[in-house]
């Protein structure tokens, strides 16, 4: 039973596998998210894993905001090869109506509108933005690739394609954090460890900040940003 105040009868069976009991007890809930369990007798096999994790996770996210936790557990994700979120675009104009885009809108018109203003800026088609960004909900996104020869400039440039995803993703937030850009240069395969700061000391305008109290993205990182999407697609295609 869950007390939260007051007593509300909870159905085990919603979380196949995740506790193991031997007997009767009791689960209250502390608000927000600490789950503390009180045992009326016996349990068994309560620190599996799962529970482990899931303790651990919520400990850590509690003092953060929500915009926080969304970036946090991201990034986590991210840093262990998962991706984020399945493709998700808005139709620009049905909203939540229902209606179906036309034949013509199948691609660039499935995008939020934000994003499809830029796409129009700066002449960068569905298929190009795509093959650099999976863009989900709760402003997530999920950065693919990010070009460049040598690591230091792969990392530049992962740094300005994060500032970009979250800017298009979060339609016209410019802020951007280390955590995030770190693990997706992990992910691309271009963080090196004993020269990373030094990478981040030789960048150009096209983002300002720093470690510590994070990063903005500018108008030439937002214009650089559109180049190196394009740059993605031209090298596939070659």
């Not at 929500?66 to 990034?75: F, I, K, L, M």
Request: aromatic residues 10%; negative net charge.
């Amino acid at each position: 039973m869950f007390g939260c105040p007051g007593e509300y009868g909870f159905p085990l069976y919603l979380f196949p596998g995740l506790f193991h009991f031997d007997i009767e007890f009791h689960i209250s809930v502390h608000i927000p998210y600490i789950f503390h369990i009180q045992m009326r007798f016996g349990m068994s096999n309560v620190a599996d894993p799962t529970t482990k994790a899931l303790t651990t996770i919520i400990d850590a996210l509690t003092p953060l905001s929500s915009e926080e936790r969304h970036r946090t557990v991201g990034a986590a994700m991210i840093f262990l090869g998962e991706t984020v979120v399945a493709p998700h675009r808005k139709n620009a104009e049905a909203g939540e109506t229902g209606d179906k885009p036309s034949d013509d809108d199948d691609t660039d018109g499935q995008y939020s509108p934000f994003i499809l203003k830029w796409m129009k800026q700066h002449s960068v088609s569905a298929e190009e933005l795509d093959q650099v960004f999976h863009f989900g909900p709760e402003n997530s996104f999920d950065l693919l690739h990010a070009p460049g020869k040598w690591k230091k400039e792969q990392t530049l440039n992962t740094y300005i394609l994060t500032g970009l995803g979250h800017y298009l993703a979060s339609s016209g937030d410019r802020s951007f954090d280390d955590v995030t850009a770190r693990a997706f240069c992990e992910r691309i395969g271009c963080y090196d460890q004993a020269n990373h700061a030094a990478h981040l000391k030789s960048r150009g305008p096209e983002f300002t900040g720093e470690k510590g109290r994070g990063y903005g993205l500018t108008n030439p990182g937002i214009r650089r940003g559109a180049a190196l999407v394009k740059e993605v697609s031209n090298s596939a295609s070659t």
